[in-house]
């Protein structure tokens, strides 16, 4: 296993970035197994964090190392601050397009990641289960598949938001700034259900999507509306509840259901 910390120039964002990126390049030696040989080109799970996050996150709060290792996939973990991946047009900071252009087309040129749309999947947790969710769909020729955990679809809250309003994680003027204009939200390329009916209404070939929240947690009603949203459209989709609320115990387990969703069994058992 290789764990790379890397800086690089965004255009996207006209500044230095950080991203973590795991590769699984040795397995390990497994006294009567066969060798198992690196699967190069590697499939690749681009994997968000969420809010007040970063690109360490996952690393420190799971055990996506040895998940990628198990299954022999390259994990990206770019960083997007609190920008729900939205791109800010106001400032030309344009996260949206990194998360779904520039940091697949950076990570492709430096490390050996396949290219093909099955072998590409993006998933996250809180903000960055709406990320991989609206990212997904808003660029469904590179992304095969979604993986979406406690997913923070606030669409419908933000648009019928006043600056009255209270709110225990940031101000009004934060949501405008990030959502753009309250009463033009729903509809908009920021809102996935309408993404999710786009597609439908095209035709469009759609991601494969996993959904899970936990019973407990206070994400619980957004994440069942939009479950419902995917029965309305018939866009065929796995969701799951079940007992956990919005922290690390739950992340992790799912996070490992999400990937033998995604990979199949592991490759090599877990040692230890």
Not at 24 to 37: F, H, K, R, S, Y
Not at 128 to 144: D, I
């Given at each position: ?5 890397v ?22 030696d497994?006294?009567g ?23 360490r996150d ?12 198990l299954?022999?996939?390259?994990v990206?973990m770019?960083?997007s601050?609190?920008s ?46 709406f ?6 769909l ?10 979406a ?6 669409m ?9 309003d ?26 996935p259900k309408?993404l999710?009916?786009r ?8 991601p494969?999507?996993y959904?899970?929240?936990?019973a ?16 309305t ?7 799951t ?9 739950y992340w992790?387990?799912?996070i ?11 490759l ?5």
């Amino acid at each position: 296993m290789a764990i790379f910390h890397v800086e690089y120039f965004s255009n996207a964002l006209r500044r230095v970035m950080p991203l973590t990126v795991l590769l699984p390049v040795e397995a390990p030696d497994i006294p009567g197994m066969p060798p198992q040989p690196s699967p190069i080109p590697f499939r690749t799970l681009y994997l968000l964090h969420g809010y007040s996050g970063s690109h360490r996150d996952w690393l420190h709060g799971s055990r996506i190392d040895m998940l990628s290792r198990l299954h022999r996939v390259a994990v990206v973990m770019p960083s997007s601050e609190n920008s729900f991946y939205l791109d800010d047009e106001v400032r030309g900071a344009m996260y949206g397009k990194m998360t779904g252009e520039e940091i697949v087309s950076f990570t492709r040129t430096v490390f050996p990641l396949s290219d093909k749309r099955g072998d590409t999947a993006i998933a996250g947790l809180s903000m960055g289960g709406f990320g991989a969710m609206r990212t997904g769909l808003r660029y469904p020729e590179t992304f095969g598949s979604i993986v979406a955990l406690s997913s923070a679809f606030i669409m419908d809250m933000v648009d019928a938001m006043k600056p009255e309003d209270p709110n225990p994680i940031a101000p009004y003027s934060y949501y405008r700034h990030t959502f753009g204009e309250m009463g033009q939200v729903l509809g908009s390329d920021r809102d996935p259900k309408a993404l999710a009916r786009r597609l439908v209404e095209a035709d469009a070939a759609l991601p494969r999507i996993y959904m899970a929240c936990g019973a407990e947690d206070f994400l619980i009603e957004s994440n069942r509306s939009f479950h419902a949203h995917l029965e309305t459209l018939g866009v065929p989709h796995d969701y799951t509840e079940g007992t956990g609320v919005h922290d690390w115990v739950y992340w992790d387990a799912h996070i490992e259901r999400a990937m033998e969703w995604l990979y199949g069994k592991p490759l090599v058992p877990q040692m230890g």
